[in-house]
Each structure stands twice: as C-alpha cells, then as structure tokens.
C-alpha cells in the first residue's frame, strides 16, 4: 500500500471539452429531438470531463491508498477473508457467461443454468438441506428471503399468531435488523458466561408466537453450540422454526452439517466461506437452503432440471407454477448475483470434498493457533477450543489505558488489517480475531509477533498506540463533524 | 415549583403541573459521547411509559429513548434539530420534548435525584 | 502448530461437537480439480450458452463496456478489500463511493444518494419501505400499472411480509391513470407513489403537476428509471421526487445473466436518515487532510439492529466503481450519445418494423426513447417468429403478451443488424415457415 495519499477526486480533474470514449454512429436519423421538450431535462448533469488516461490514473492512484486481501493479512472475526483464487474470476468473465441477457429463451442458456443447478445442488449438499435458491444477493438478504420463507410456512399452516422471532445477544445486527424488515418483532435471549445460548433463558420464551428462532453456529464467540440438539427440539416442540446464519459455516465444513444439526432453513455467505471477493463491501451472495418439507416456499424463479428427449439434461426457469402455490414470490430480479454464483462454483470444484474439510480444519487449527500464541498478553474471557474464530477483551494489563481500538489502529501501522473490534457486544473491549486457512504459518507467527509487539508499547510507550496509525495514507478521521454536518457529494464540498 | 424524575434507562422528566420535560441525564449524555443527531417525535405523539419514543445518535451508537411517562408531545426541542450538542453542553436544561401528563401517578414508580445517582454509582460497577 | 495447542491431532480440534452431530461420511462431491479441469469445466458449460444479438430491455439493457472499467475495477486492491470500515487503509473504496454518490445525484436530480442497493427491485422495495418509515402512520403504497412488472413482483414480497398495503394505479392507453391516483390519494391514508419514467412500455409518461398532489397528501413520491436514460430525461429531481430508486446496470455493467448489477437510491436532503445503507462523507483527517469516511452508520443494523432502516449490510460497493469509471469515461457528452444513438437506432427499427407488414406500435402517439411495445399481425404467432430469430442469434425482444413484443435499441446494435431484424419481420409476414439463413452470431 501507498503511504502517500492521494486523496483527489474525478470532479476535480475535469477540463471543459476533455473526452474518454469513442462510440460508433450507426447512421440513424436522430430521434431525440423529435420527442416534447418538457419531457427532457433541461440542464446537463454536472459530470467529469476527462480523457481515457486521467482516468486511469486516477483509480490507479486511488487503488494504492486501499488493503485487500491480496495485500495483506485480514484478521477480521466474522468475515471469514481468505484468499480469492485467480482461476474463478476468470471463469466468471467468459463472454459466454457476461453477454447473456436474463431474458434469453432457456435453450440459449443451458450452460449458466447447469452452473446454477450445480452449485444450488452442491450447497444442498454441504448444508445438509433438501434444495437451495441463490437468488438472495448477499447475507442479509438471504436472512430476509429466509425469514420470509419461514413466515410462508406458518402463513400456509393457517398460523397467523406467530410475530416473534428470538435471537441471542451475541448475533449479527443484520438478524434483528432483517427480522424487522420481514415484518417480525425481536426477542434477545441471554448468553453464558461462554458465550453459549442460555438454554433455560429461551425455555420460557417459546411459546404459539414464536416464528423462528436464529442461532449462527459456531456462534460469534466462536464457540460450538453443543446444546443445539436440545434446542433444536424445544423449538420445533413450540411449532417454530431454527434458523441457521452461515456466516460462521466455514470451520464446519466437512464436520458437520446445519440440516443434521436440526436447522430448518440457512443462508450461506458466498463471499465468506466460498472465496468470493468481498468487493470493497459487495457484490456478495446469499444462497438460501430448506430442509425437507419446505421446498415450496422458496422464491422465484428457481432452475429446474428435466430430462431431454435425447436423454441429456434440459433445464429451464420456473415461475412458481411447478413448486405449488406458496412459492415465495420474487425477492430479486433474476437469479441472485449470478457472476458471483459461478465463482464459488469454481471455488467447490478445485477444492472438492477434501479440500473442503481440510480448509475447515485448517481454518480451526490457525485461530486455535493464534489465541494459544496470545493468551498470556491479551485477556481471553471465554478459555475453550475455539472454532474458525474467538475473541479476547482487550489487552491483559489495562492499567496502560490503551484501549481495544487503539491495538486495532496500530496494527494498521504494521501492514495488517484489524480485527473485528467491540463486537460481539458480549465484552467491553471485544476484539475479534478470525485468520481462515488461506495463511500460511510465517503469516500467522508475524502477526503473533506484532500483537506482541503492541503488547509491549502498551506497556512501554502507551502513546505511540494510543496516537495510532501513524504509517497509514491518512490520519484519524473527524468522524463527528462527517455526521453532524454531513457531506456526501462533490456539489456539498 | 418543578420537580425531577429519573428512570432506569437514564430518561429525566422534569415536572411543572401537568406538563412534563423530558430528556436524557447528564450521566448518559456522557456515556454516549458526541451527539450528532436526535430522532425525535412529533407534536401530537402519544408517548406510553415504558416505550421508546425517538434515540439519541452518537457517531458509533445509538441510544433509545423511553419515556418515563406517558403523555401527548405538546413540543419539541427544534432547537436539537440544527445543534444536537446542545445534550453534551447541558442535558438537563436541554429537554427533548415536552408532554401533558396523562397518569401523574406514574412518576411514583421513578426515582429522585438521590435514587438516581445511587443507581448510575451501581452501574459503573 | 497443534503442539502450541495442547493437542496431538486435528480430530481435537472438534472435541466440543458431539457425535452425534459430526458428518460421518465424505461429501457427496467429486474430488479435487486441478486448475486446468475447472477450466476445462467451465469451457464445457461455457459452449452450451449462446449470446444472442440483443433487442431485449425490460429493465436489463445491453450498453457497450469501455474497456478501462473492467480492467481497473479487476485491480485487486478494489476487488479484495473488505468493507471500508477502516478508513486510514481504505481511502480507495470510500473515495470512489464518494464520486458515485455525486455522479448519481446529478443523474437523477436528487440531492443525497447511498453507497448502492443490490439491484433495481430491491432499491424501489427500500424505497417503498422509506416512505411507509416517514409516513409513520400510514402502510399504503400505490402503484403505477405502468411500472416493470418484476419490480412488482419483489415490491409485493416485500410489502406483504412489512405489512405494507401495495394498490395499483390503473393505465390508460399505456400511461399512468393520473386521475385514478387522485382519487385514490384523496383516501388520505397512501405513504407512497410509485412512478416509472420511461415506463414499462418505454413510454415517456407526463407527469406535470403530479408532485403537487403527491405533497398535498402528505405522500412521498417515488421515482424510478433506468440509470443511462437519465442522462437526458427530466429527472425524478425535475419532477418533485422525493425519492429515486432504481437499476443503474445500464451504467456500464455487463448482463452477466442477470447480476451482479446495481440498485441506486437517491432522495432528499430532509430524507436522508431514513436512507437505507451505506453512506461516505467527506470530514478531514488529524492532519487537516480532505479525506472520507463511512458517516451516520447510526442508522445502519451493526448498531441500530433491529431499529435500523434498513437489514442492508454488504451492498454491490464494486459495482459502484463500474458506475464511477463509465461516467468519468463517458461524461455528460457521452451519456447524450449513448441515449442519441439508442433512441435513433429505436426510432427507425420501429419505422422498419411497422412498415414490414408484420407488426403495428401499440402506442402510436406515446413519445419513447430507446423501448417501444409492437404488436404483432401476422397469421402465425408471434412466439414462432421469436423462435426463428433466436435460431439465427437474435433476441427480437420480450414477449409482454402472447401477441406484444416489448423491442429495445442501445447503441451496441449496427444499422445493418436493425436492418436485418426487420427484414426477418418482413420476410415472416409474406410466408409462414421463413427459409432464414442470415445468421446474426456464429456461436
């Protein structure tokens, strides 16, 4: 990474008359100025004016003042960063892929929805569920398309009663959040002490209003959730349903199975546990899983697979009119983000089903790896084999006053992104540390070494962390006059 | 003569009759840090005891607002709308809306400033 | 490594998880590839798609790619970084967002915009949500008939689970019923109406002093439309929107069968807390630097949760860089253009078409753009002339009706392409089982 900023932006670097691009004309009459002039708008956009070179320029420029997983090593609990492997954004280029309209007849697209089907099947499989949409464009999404799926259940029961979903205290803010968005109302159930789901705190809240219950396992501490079987009961004795959020699905896979564990419907993040790029925040992906029983509910459209004529495999788009009347309706306008789809396809393919496990393992051996290699400078609140992920509450010594976001900036200053720091709410001082299988060893042990490092200033130099990052493009951010005074576009600068 | 009422979740009402001033204590305001932006009701607004009625943003957390009565908001701090710090520069002189009373026997159920203070003592440990 | 643990093998690393529970079998998948197999693999898939010759729109439009975007936007400083939440190493992310959100509200005339939605249909969900949110009181929503049917569909899901009441505004003659929407404003309970511009038909609908009576029943108006036609359009801005929500994939991005592409959201300044997303804001650094920063995330779920206006967390932040390189590249000059050479390509395929025999417009007196509804007239149907086109590489259009082909022209299509679609029409209505043999694609 460029520790120059850069810092300019396109506006800025505009010249009246400059131009980036070339069209061809196709010789037909012009038809704009033959349309009522009210109907047009009156004045131009106020856009750059650059030429082709600037604009190269100036993203690259940009692109130096950002850390991706190919620059460095992201710590970050709960996002599961791990190496983006070449090959899958190259398969998901293929002209034969990008050029294809989604209204294309389906014997034109035999190929993309074969991709589809493949993958939906292979998630199917992973998750231990009956069958897969992966319509849903990101994790939050996929709860949302799964909370509705959930409600479509009960709703088809004649089961109106049921308003409530319930959710730990450790969970993601985007269950409550998505609950809300699906018309649900959220109840928290209290964790143990280790982090766990206080199985005699839900007890009582089970009851004929209840639609669903949302449980990530491991959950965000990173512990296994071994008393989901007993839950798993008392939930469906209560007539709800279990829901699984997969962000945490990636220390499982090859050991065990949502759908075994007694979940009913589950989402999987693409973009975490099956290497798609995060994006700078998106495109992800959030393929929907159901058990046995609800197939009927998922949304439209779906991929179906018949046989031909000549034996082979046809596959084509339903509506919902092969699925029965429950069907979910549309939650997206085709089939999710579909460039997204091919490259976890690509993923599960060059890994197969050893890959798969051994990354698993792998990604619990590191963070495993990393809390041993820690303990003794940072404080571990909850002391048990940890799964792809755990968290410790600060540093052990907190009479330096250096605080958890202090150790997270100055981690910056080293070349590494920060842990996912004052999450869960669970600690005061959370912070977050989840390596995946894609770090070697020599990785792991530096980054042990400078959190040891920082340990040591803490103790030493408190103020060299606490005026952390010092190395980065920029300073520390005035985050309070960005949000009272907000200024979000180049005409407000 | 006006009087103070706190409650649990930090929420004052200063009393003068039958109309109600409330907003959030000085040690809240305090936890929160910075405010950037109060979410406030509107006039007309039925507030019930116990429900949360508008939140009082920081840059990094929000914080609901419960009213510690119920009543009809008669007012509202325009005021928070342009200078939200107004809650850091005085959070007791700074009310956040003003409402008429419907049950003033529901200030039995909160606390004085003495309760109050040894209440926040209590949380700080 | 598993020394430092205190543990002699991996299968301990799983000690916690009960038995019962453990998966005592391989995946059901097949072994490893190898990296020249998942090529291989995917070649194989790759030969069964055939990308036709596109006349289709409905919402999903086939504009030209310069190629500096997917070059740049493949740089993997963009492509794997996370979420920008750390602003000292992410300045690329949140600068880039930030030239979005100012090209956007340019675009569409509004004053804020949000980093991104995950596509159309979801962005005028959320938008409907926006409105029911500032209403308050109030869950009905109506809706033009008018508006892209799959942008329906997912209103509908939406709106059906958030408990919001979805009514539609009936068309006449292919445009809004404005009366209608009076009326059904004067009820006093409507949140919100939605209105597309061009609408479903390509139809450039008149909407004067429609925000007016929208207002004067304490209702949002909501706007949507394709990102490129704003170019030239009056803006939802123009019109007294309050909100635009909309696919802004027209913007430079690939088909890609459907996604990834792009949800826009822009609104009003009074409205802006009631956004849903992501927002960058420009502030200084410590050192006094203009530098960005993700700005009153108080509203988003990490910490409103389930008072948070939205569940939207990873949105399709790269493809906002799509947007961000295709208007510095292509410019207001250029974006004319585009709209110039679509609507001139549309105006004179639709002259072709009508004057081939076979088809007739459905809406002769509506001013369009670049999308127009044909009806077909011919003795055989319509969907067999669908039929002989896709066999010769061409995707005429979509099929709206059994007897309504719904036609589009973006500036990718030659004249000697238009040419030959039309003469395919021609061919069809003078005999019934056409010898065609004008291939537009080889593959």
């Not at chain 1, 909370?147 to 109106?160: F, N, P, Q, T």
């Not at chain 3, 020249?36 to 990308?51: I, S």
Request: one cysteine or more; aromatic letters at 8%.
């Amino acid at each position: 990474m460029n520790k120059k900023y850069y810092g300019k932006v396109i506006f800025e670097l505009s010249r009246p008359g400059r131009q980036g691009y070339s069209l061809p004309a196709n010789g037909c009459e012009d038809a704009l100025a033959g349309l009522p002039s009210d109907l047009l708008r009156t004045k131009s956009p106020e856009l750059p004016e650059v030429d082709e070179l600037t604009v190269v320029r100036h993203y690259n420029n940009m692109s130096t003042n950002n850390f991706g997983v190919d620059t460095g090593f992201y710590p970050l609990g709960s996002c599961t960063m791990k190496y983006n492997p070449k090959i899958n954004e190259e398969m998901a280029s293929l002209p034969a892929f990008t050029a294809l309209h989604p209204f294309q007849p389906s014997a034109t697209v035999q190929g993309a929805l074969e991709a589809y089907y493949t993958l939906q099947q292979m998630l199917s499989e992973i998750g231990g569920m009956a069958e897969f949409t992966l319509n849903p464009y990101a994790g939050a999404h996929g709860e949302l398309t799964g909370l509705m799926v959930i409600r479509a259940y009960h709703e088809s029961r004649g089961d109106m009663k049921r308003t409530k979903v319930i959710v730990p205290d450790s969970a993601h803010g985007t269950n409550p959040a998505s609950a809300a968005v699906a018309g649900l109302k959220v109840v928290e159930v209290k964790s143990l002490p280790d982090g766990t789901v206080d199985v005699e705190a839900l007890r009582p809240l089970l009851d004929e209003t209840v639609a669903a219950v949302m449980m990530t396992n491991p959950n965000t501490v990173g512990i296994f959730e071994h008393n989901i079987p007993e839950i798993a009961e008392m939930v469906h004795a209560c007539g709800a349903l279990l829901y699984y959020d997969g962000a945490n699905l990636n220390p499982l896979l090859g050991v065990a199975r949502p759908g075994d564990m007694g979940f009913d419907v589950m989402h999987i993040n693409l973009h975490k546990t099956f290497s798609t790029p995060h994006g700078g925040g998106g495109p992800g992906s959030g393929p929907v899983g159901v058990r046995a029983g609800l197939e009927q509910f998922l949304p439209n459209p779906r991929v179906v697979k018949h046989t031909g004529d000549n034996g082979d495999p046809l596959f084509h788009l339903d509506f919902g009119t092969e699925k029965g009347p429950h069907a979910l309706g549309r939650i997206s306008a085709w089939l999710g983000n579909f460039a997204v789809e091919l490259r976890a396809l690509a993923y599960i393919l060059s890994l197969g089903r050893d890959g798969l496990k051994l990354a698993g393992t792998l990604a619990t051996l590191n963070a495993n790896y990393i809390k041993e290699s820690l303990r003794d400078l940072y404080e571990l609140p909850i002391d048990r084999v940890c799964k792809h992920e755990f968290v410790f509450d600060g540093l052990t010594d907190k009479s330096t006053g250096v605080t958890t976001l202090n150790v997270a900036k100055r981690l910056l200053d080293h070349g590494f992104h920060a842990p996912t720091i004052y999450f869960p709410l669970l600690f005061h001082e959370s912070l977050m540390i989840e390596p995946t299988e894609t770090e070697s060893k020599e990785t792991l042990d530096e980054f042990i070494a400078v959190m040891r490092d920082i340990a040591r200033e803490a103790a030493e130099t408190p103020d060299v962390v606490k005026n952390a990052p010092l190395e980065t493009p920029i300073r520390k951010p005035d985050d309070t006059a960005a949000a009272l005074n907000p200024v979000v576009t180049f005409a407000d600068l | 003569m006006s009087k103070t009422y706190y409650s649990p979740s930090h929420e004052y009402v200063t009393v003068d009759g039958n109309i109600g001033y409330i907003g959030i204590s000085d040690y809240a305001q305090q936890a929160l840090g910075n405010v950037v932006y109060v979410d406030m009701p509107e006039d007309g607004d039925d507030l019930v005891a116990g429900e949360d009625f508008g939140a009082v943003e920081s840059v990094k957390a929000a914080s609901d607002l419960f009213a510690p009565v119920s009543g009809a908001v008669v007012e509202i701090n325009e005021q928070l709308i342009d200078n939200p710090r107004l809650i850091n520069e005085d959070a007791m002189s700074n009310w956040i809306v003003k409402v008429e009373l419907t049950d003033p026997s529901e200030l039995d159920k909160l606390m004085d400033e003495e309760a109050y203070r040894a209440h926040c003592e209590a949380e700080k440990h | 490594m598993l020394e430092r643990c205190g543990m002699k093998s991996l299968e301990e690393l799983y000690s916690d998880v009960p038995e019962s529970l453990k998966l005592k079998r391989d995946y059901e998948l097949q072994p490893q590839m190898s990296e020249k197999e998942v090529r291989d693999f995917f070649e194989e898939l790759a030969v069964r798609n055939q990308p036709l010759t596109c006349f289709a729109g409905a919402g999903f439009y086939d504009h030209y790619t310069p190629a500096v975007v997917q070059s740049i936007a493949a740089r993997s400083e963009f492509l794997t970084a996370y979420t920008p939440y750390q602003p000292e190493i992410s300045q690329g992310t949140l600068q880039y967002i930030f030239e979005y959100q100012s090209m956007m509200t340019q675009l569409t005339g509004m004053e804020v915009s949000n980093a991104s939605m995950y596509d159309g249909t979801t962005a005028l969900a959320e938008a409907m949500l926006m409105a029911v949110s500032h209403a308050r009181k109030k869950n009905r929503v109506i809706v033009s008939a008018t508006l892209n049917p799959i942008y329906r569909e997912v209103i509908d899901t939406y709106a059906h689970y958030h408990g919001v009441t979805v009514d539609t505004i009936p068309e006449v003659d292919g445009i809004t019923d404005l009366n209608a929407m009076r009326e059904m404003l004067a009820a006093g309970d409507v949140a919100g109406v939605i209105l597309p511009t061009p609408n479903f038909y390509g139809i450039l609908e008149d909407y004067t002093g429609v925000a007016d009576a929208v207002h004067a029943a304490k209702a949002l108006l909501i706007m949507t439309a394709p990102a490129s036609t704003l170019g030239v359009i009056r803006t939802p801005g123009e019109w007294g929107a309050d909100i635009a929500a909309g696919e802004a994939q027209s913007l430079g991005m690939p088909l890609n069968f459907g996604g990834p592409y792009l949800g826009y959201i822009c609104c009003t300044k009074a409205l802006i807390r009631k956004l849903p997303g992501r927002i960058v804001g420009a502030t200084t650094d410590a050192d006094g630097q203009r530098v960005f920063v993700l700005t009153l995330q108080a509203r988003e779920q990490h910490i409103r949760r389930d008072k948070a206006t939205s569940n939207i967390c990873s949105n399709q932040g790269l493809m906002a860089l799509y947007v961000a390189m295709y208007l510095s590249l292509m410019g207001a000059k250029g974006l004319r253009e585009v709209n110039e050479l679509s609507a001139a390509g549309a105006h004179y395929l639709a002259n072709r078409l009508v004057e081939s025999g076979a088809f007739e417009l459905k809406y002769p007196e509506r001013p369009f753009l670049n999308e127009f509804v044909v009806k077909f007239k011919g003795e055989v149907k319509l969907a067999d002339f669908v039929e002989v086109c896709n066999s010769c590489g061409c995707l005429p259009g979509v099929m709206i009706s059994d007897d309504e082909l719904l036609v589009c022209v973006t500036e990718t299509r030659t004249k000697e392409e238009i040419d030959r679609y039309a003469w395919r029409a021609e061919t069809f209505s003078k005999a019934t089982v056409p010898a065609m043999n004008n291939t537009d694609m080889s593959n």
